[in-house]
C-alpha cells in the first residue's frame, strides 16, 4: 500500500544526486525499494545497483521474517514481480534451517513464472559453478517452490513451460521434486514427458495463426492469410473472454490494428469496473497505452474509453478534509526523456504528474512545481485526470532541485502538503547542500500559523528523505492502493509496518 516515515527523526546521510537527506531505516528503506523498482534503470541508479543495495538491506535487516512478509506483501498486494524474485533469492541464501523461509517463497509466488524467475535470479548470481554447472539451491527455496507449484492447474503450468528461455517448468519439477497433488499428477507425468502442451491461451492463439501460413509460398497471399486469422484470433479471444485485462490494455493497439472490428467489445472490457479492480494494473499503464493508441489513430471512442477506465483505476482516492496542497518535482532527474535524455520506461514525472492530477480533481488543493525555484500552477478541476496530467507536462523547468523553494512559495496555510518528487535534492543554498526541514520548513510553518501532515511520494525508491519531521510519512510505490492507507495515516503513524506484520509465517 505505502511506504512512510515513523515518527523517529532519522539520521543525516548523503543522497544519490550529493544533496543533505535523512536516512530511512532499512525496514523503509527496503519497502520504498521494493514498492518503486521495476528492476529498470533509473537516473541516478542503475539495475545493478538497485540489486546490490537489496541485497546489503536483507544482511542489515536483523528481523528476517519481516524481510520474507515485505516480498509477499509487495509480490501479492502491489503486483510487483522482478523486485520480489530477487528478494526471496536474498532471503534463501541468507537464511539458513528456518522452517517458515519456505512459506515466505511460497505466499510471495502468485503466478507460475514467478517460480522459474526466483530460480533463474539464485542460479544467475550464487548458483553457478566454475564449470558451468548449477550449484544446489537451499533447501528452503526447494521446498518453497515445492509447495508453491501445486497451487496452479495443467492450464496455468503448460501456459507458463518457459521452454524458450534457460530455465524451464520441467528443470524446476526436476530440481524441486514436488509431490504432485491429487489434481496435479496427470499434469507433472505430461511435463516430464514433454506432452504438456498451452491450450487456448491467447499467446497460443496468435501463434498459431503464423503456424497456419508458413507453408504458403505467396508472400502477398500469406499476408493476406495471416491478417485473416489474427483478426479471427482476437475476436475468438475477446468475444469469449479469455483474454486477460492486462493483455488487453497492453494490446489496444494490436487489437486496433488487427480486427478492428472487435474494438468494440473491446472496449466494452477495458472499462468493465470488476476488471479494473482485480487487475493490480498500475495506473501509468493507462498513459502507455493512450500513446501507443495516438502513434495510429485518434480514434475518440478509444481515447474516450482509455480515460474512463483510467478514472475507475483511481476511484479509491481519498477526499482529505480541509486544505491541501500538492507539490511536483519537475527537475532534470525526474524525466530523462522529457527533457532529451532517454528512457525505457515511464519517468517519475510521468507517474508524479498522474499522482497531482489525481489529487487536484478530487480534493480542494493548490499545486506548485518546483526544481531551483517554484510556482503555483492553476488547472481547471473539472477537466479529465488526463488532461491535467498533459497540462503539468506542457512547459516543465528541468534544473536543479532545491527542496526550500516549495515552502518559501506557499502563500496560504495547508493542512497536508503532498510533495511529488525522486527524492534527489541537490541545489546549494547559503546554509549548504541542504533539505528543506533546516530554515525554508520552519519559517513556512511560523509565517503561514501551519503545522501540516507531509506525504512525501518517493517515487524512485532510493532510500532517502528530505525532512525528519515527525508529521511527515514517506510513501511509495505507483498503485491506486497508495490513496487507501493515506486515510489512516494522519491517525496511524504505523500503517504501512504494521500492514506488512499482519502476514502469517
Known amino acids: 500500500m505505502a511506504k512512510f516515515r515513523a515518527r523517529t527523526i532519522g539520521s543525516k546521510t548523503t543522497n544519490i544526486a550529493g544533496g543533505e537527506a535523512f536516512k530511512e531505516n532499512p525496514k523503509l528503506e527496503l519497502v520504498s525499494l521494493l514498492l518503486t523498482s521495476f528492476v529498470n534503470d533509473k537516473f541516478y541508479e542503475k539495475t545493478n545497483d538497485q540489486l546490490d543495495r537489496l541485497s546489503n538491506l536483507v544482511s542489515a535487516i536483523s528481523d528476517k521474517k519481516f524481510v520474507g512478509k515485505a516480498a509477499i506483501y509487495a509480490r501479492q498486494e502491489f503486483g510487483m514481480r522482478s523486485i520480489t524474485h530477487a528478494l526471496v533469492g536474498e532471503l534463501a541464501k541468507e537464511v539458513k534451517g528456518q522452517e517458515w523461509v519456505k512459506f515466505a517463497i511460497s505466499k510471495t509466488v502468485k503466478r507460475p513464472d514467478d517460480m522459474l524467475e526466483i530460480l533463474g535470479y ?15 539451491i537451499p533447501n528452503s527455496m526447494k521446498k518453497g517452490l515445492a509447495k508453491a507449484i501445486n497451487k496452479f492447474d495443467a492450464y496455468q503450468i503448460a501456459k507458463y513451460r518457459g521452454d524458450k528461455s534457460n530455465v524451464k517448468m520441467v528443470d524446476l519439477l526436476n530440481l524441486i521434486h514436488a509431490s504432485p497433488s491429487k489434481e496435479n499428477e496427470d499434469t507433472f507425468k505430461k511435463l516430464m514427458r514433454q506432452e504438456l502442451k498451452s491450450k487456448a491461451t491467447w499467446e497460443s492463439q496468435l501463434t498459431k495463426a503464423g503456424q497456419d501460413v508458413k507453408d504458403i509460398k505467396d508472400e502477398k497471399e500469406k499476408e493476406k492469410v495471416l491478417a485473416e486469422k489474427k483478426a479471427a484470433a482476437w475476436g475468438t479471444l475477446i468475444s469469449e473472454k479469455k483474454l486477460g485485462y492486462f493483455a488487453l490494455l497492453r494490446n489496444l493497439r494490436n487489437i486496433l490494428e488487427q480486427a478492428p472490428n472487435a474494438m468494440d467489445k473491446a472496449l466494452e472490457m477495458l472499462v468493465d469496473e470488476k476488471s479494473i479492480k482485480n487487475s493490480l494494473v498500475l495506473p501509468f499503464r493507462y498513459l502507455t497505452a ?42 532534470g532527474s525526474m524525466g530523462g526523456e522529457h527533457y532529451g535524455g532517454r528512457s525505457s520506461s515511464k519517468d517519475p514525472i510521468d507517474i508524479g504528474a498522474l499522482f497531482a492530477a489525481v489529487l487536484y480533481k478530487t480534493n480542494d488543493a493548490d499545486l506548485i512545481m518546483f526544481s531551483e525555484r517554484a510556482r503555483y500552477k492553476t488547472l481547471n478541476p473539472t477537466d479529465s485526470v488526463l488532461t491535467i496530467t498533459e497540462r503539468l507536462k506542457e512547459d516543465l523547468v528541468g534544473a536543479g532541485t532545491n527542496f526550500s523553494a516549495p515552502f518559501e512559495t506557499a502563500d496560504k496555510k495547508y493542512d497536508r502538503i503532498i510533495l511529488l518528487s525522486d527524492m534527489q535534492g541537490w541545489m546549494e543554498d ?33 532510500g532517502t528523505l528530505e525532512f525528519p519531521e515527525n508529521r511527515v510519512f514517506c510513501i511509495a510505490g505507483f498503485s491506486e492502493k497508495i490513496f487507501n492507507v493515506m486515510k489512516l495515516l494522519e491517525q496511524d503513524r504505523n500503517a504501512l509496518i504494521n500492514e506488512i506484520e499482519k502476514i502469517a509465517l
Not at 122 to 134: I, L, Q, V
Open 122 to 136: 539464485y542460479w544467475n548470481k550464487y548458483g553457478t559453478e566454475k564449470k558451468g554447472k548449477n550449484r544446489p
Open 290 to 331: 493512450l500513446e501507443e493508441i495516438e502513434k495510429v489513430s485518434s480514434s475518440r471512442e478509444i481515447i474516450k474509453s482509455i480515460n474512463e477506465a483510467l478514472e475507475i483505476s483511481m476511484s479509491n482516492v481519498p477526499k482529505f478534509e480541509g486544505k491541501t496542497l500538492i507539490v511536483l518535482d519537475e527537475s
Open 430 to 462: 547559503e546554509w549548504g547542500h541542504s533539505a528543506p526541514n533546516k530554515k525554508a520548513f520552519p519559517d513556512y510553518c511560523k509565517r503561514t500559523g501551519a503545522n501540516p501532515f507531509i506525504y512525501s511520494f518517493d517515487l524512485q525508491g532510493y
